[in-house]
T-cell receptor
Framework: GAGVSQSPRYKVAKRGQDVALRCDPISGHVSLFWYQQALGQGPEFLTYFQNEAQLDKSGLPSDRFFAERPEGSVSTLKIQRTQQEDSAVYLC????????????FGPGTRLTVL | AQSVTQPDIHITVSEGASLELRCNYSYGATPYLFWYVQSPGQGLQLLLKYFSGDTLVQGIKGFEAEFKRSQSSFNLRKPSVHWSDAAEYFCAVGAPGAGSYQLTFGKGTKLSVIP
């Protein structure tokens, strides 16, 4: 498709389970971002990739969060030993080279940790 | 560090009325500025953006925004609201220049439209 896609759209996990969230960016987009959006809040930056290189992971809230983009296209955000405070919508965005910081967002994955 | 303030958490307007959503930012220079809209269960859709030049920018769906450097503001306006405009609106700021990348968002303003 033409846009950013994310899967699954909804995920329910029991506390302590590991989850993996997938992002397919727009084809050819070099930059990829992950954001976390808690209920009633704006998105907050988690991490940034340029091709396969993770250039910034300063927004990851704990070492339970891990992101990868091994081939410079699809990215996976993994959360280990999920906690209730991890419940949020996780948004992925991509940006092309000439985007002047314009990012295109996917629909998000809503994670609920019980 | 950059920050964004959207002072209004929730606004209700009647269909056909005009709309202005406020956004103030904090940044050392002129940033890149964006307005996104998010409908329930949907991702963020870009309404408009400001990088440089004309301070009044036009976007999709009849929206416009004006950058005012002296007030550090980038307010979103629409002359006549439609029921389908009911959604949440986010203002965001990005630092210009090579290597800059992340967006900082405000907490959002929820717009309700009365038929």
């Amino acid at each position: 498709g033409a846009g950013v896609s994310q899967s699954p759209r909804y995920k329910v996990a029991k506390r302590g389970q590991d989850v993996a969230l997938r992002c397919d960016p727009i084809s050819g987009h070099v930059s990829l971002f992950w954001y976390q959006q808690a209920l009633g809040q704006g998105p907050e930056f988690l991490t940034y990739f340029q091709n396969e290189a993770q250039l910034d992971k300063s927004g990851l809230p704990s070492d339970r969060f891990f992101a990868e983009r091994p081939e410079g296209s699809v990215s996976t955000l993994k959360i280990q030993r999920t906690q209730q405070e991890d419940s949020a919508v996780y948004l992925c965005a991509s940006r092309g080279l000439a985007g002047a910081n314009e990012q295109f967002f996917g629909p998000g994955t809503r994670l609920t940790v019980l | 560090a950059q920050s964004v303030t959207q002072p209004d958490i929730h606004i209700t307007v009647s269909e056909g009325a005009s709309l202005e959503l406020r956004c103030n930012y904090s940044y050392g220079a002129t940033p890149y500025l964006f307005w996104y809209v998010q409908s329930p269960g949907q991702g963020l859709q870009l309404l408009l953006k400001y990088f440089s030049g004309d301070t009044l920018v036009q976007g999709i769906k009849g929206f416009e925004a004006e950058f005012k450097r002296s007030q550090s503001s980038f307010n979103l306006r629409k002359p006549s609201v439609h029921w389908s405009d009911a959604a949440e609106y986010f203002c965001a700021v990005g630092a210009p220049g090579a290597g800059s990348y992340q967006l900082t968002f405000g907490k959002g303003t929820k717009l309700s439209v009365i038929p």
